[in-house]
């Protein structure tokens, strides 16, 4: 295993955990946009061969529902009033005008529902021999990218279930949020 690799993968890691715990302005993007990127990945992409991929399917959408679920239990949203460059006349004195922004953080169970979506998915990549032992470091900084970089994941082509992990799991998070806090019907 190469030292640049490791020391690579550590900073990544660190960066990543360190952004679940700052409050970062909510986009649609990040919200939306991709988890329905992915569900029409997912169901182009999935084929359903025998027994085996339907129990596949179900397991993954059971966990991926819950570990979603669970992702939001530390989910903290807060409001900020932003000066843009806009004033408006109140008499004879002209006043800023404000917006209304969201800013949100997920926190530790974000962080652990995320490890475990990567697990599950590790898991059955090499069970389905798709990866080796060897290549899930890679894997990991994979991930952490895709998450940090949008770009990266819709670029990608991965197996339907990878698709399905993540397309549950983020539309069941994004419906939780919106039922548990009225601002995200906002998003």
């Known amino acids: 295993m190469k030292i640049d690799i490791v ?14 715990f700052e409050f970062e302005k909510i986009s649609k993007i990040r919200y939306l946009t991709i988890p329905l990127f992915a569900t029409v990945q997912f169901i182009t992409a999935v ?11 179900i397991f993954g959408a059971v966990i991926s529902f819950l570990i979603g679920w669970y992702q939001t239990t530390d989910f903290e949203i807060k409001q ?10 109140v008499g004879s004195v002209e006043q800023s005008v404000y917006t209304k922004e969201l800013y949100s953080k997920g926190g530790k169970s ?10 599950v998915q590790v898991f059955l990549s090499v069970i389905y021999h798709e990866i080796e032992l060897d290549e899930i470091q890679s894997e990991w900084l994979a991930e952490i990218a895709k998450d940090l970089f949008i770009f990266l994941r819709v670029k990608e082509h991965s197996y339907w279930w990878v698709w399905e992990l993540y397309s ?20």
């Open 110 to 119: 974000y962080l652990i529902g995320w490890i475990m979506i990567f697990i």
């Open 7 to 20: 020391i690579i993968s550590v900073i990544v890691t660190v960066y990543f955990i360190k952004k679940q």
């Open 80 to 89: 900020k009033n932003t000066i843009t460059n806009y004033y408006v006349r």
């Open 47 to 57: 084929q359903l061969e025998n027994g085996q991929d339907v129990l596949l399917l």
């Open 168 to 187: 549950v799991s983020n539309l069941s998070y994004y419906f939780i949020l919106r039922k548990k806090h009225k601002q995200m019907s906002k998003i």
